[in-house]
């Protein structure tokens, strides 16, 4: 499989080590000092794209791969509010999008683990529900995309939350997101129910990258041959996330 890396930071480099490992080529790799090379030419050598980018690039490269009729793997996060306009979009390009607000194989297990706990948690009044997220100090966006998704979820699933917040409330309508910035923390989530009693937690702490560029090239293999649009729970059949 040929791969375009659109993004080419750490993440990119991790994503790259994976795919070779794996029997993949990567025969395009953009950054911020060669972006005027991708362009429809470039991706017609392209397989499969994965875009890490930031979220005022991301709907740029993924419509290019779009016109290019290229499937494209996104992982940048902090742009969902463009995204029933660019699922849309791949619809009526009859393209090929698979979105993640996490890559990792482990978060995405994760994210199971918190819907079902929400459900059990969903009429104990007496517990309340926090979010926490830990990154690197590079990293954009708070909170995480990863924390907005395990939000969420909780949301869905709870009808005593109406909304996510960033930082600490007061309101018991709101679910509380705390975001801190530690190097070099690669990722840490916490979703804790605290009641007078007790408290019940659950916890995903990465290690490393390895995790999410492992996802991200599993994620490509996915999508070769396939339109519309996908996440992480078809790639590991565990329910879209």
């Not at 795919?19 to 950054?31: D, F, M, S, Y």
């Not at 029933?84 to 619809?91: A, F, L, R």
């Not at 819907?115 to 690197?136: F, G, P």
């Not at 975001?179 to 070099?184: A, G, M, N």
Request: charged share 20%.
């Amino acid at each position: 499989m040929k791969i375009a890396l659109i993004g080419y930071g750490k993440m990119g480099n991790a994503i790259e080590g994976i795919a070779v490992e794996r029997g993949h080529e990567i025969v395009l790799k953009i950054n911020s000092e060669n972006i005027h090379e991708l362009n429809k030419e470039a991706l017609q050598i392209v397989d499969v794209a994965i875009e890490f980018t930031n979220p005022h690039s991301a709907i740029q490269n993924i419509t290019q791969c779009f016109d290019a009729g290229i499937p494209v793997v996104c992982g940048t996060t902090g742009w969902l509010e463009h995204w029933e306009q660019i699922k849309s979009d791949c619809e009526n390009k009859n393209a090929t999008l698979l979105y993640a607000s996490n890559f990792s194989i482990g978060v995405n297990l994760f994210f199971e683990l918190n819907k079902r706990l929400a459900q059990l948690m969903s009429n104990r009044k007496e517990y309340d529900c926090t979010v926490e997220e830990i990154h690197h100090t590079a990293k954009k966006d708070a909170p995480s995309g990863t924390a907005i998704t395990i939000a969420e979820n909780i949301i869905a699933s709870n009808p005593n939350k109406k909304n996510w917040v960033l930082g600490e409330t007061d309101n018991t309508d709101s679910l509380s997101i705390t975001s801190k910035r530690i190097d070099p923390a690669p990722g840490t989530h916490i979703v804790s129910y605290n009641g007078a009693i007790d408290s019940i937690e659950i916890k995903h702490t990465a290690h490393n990258r390895i995790g999410f560029a492992t996802g991200a090239v599993l994620a490509a293999e996915f999508v070769l041959g396939k339109k519309g649009v996908y996440g992480m729970g078809d790639v590991l059949e565990v329910g879209k996330v």
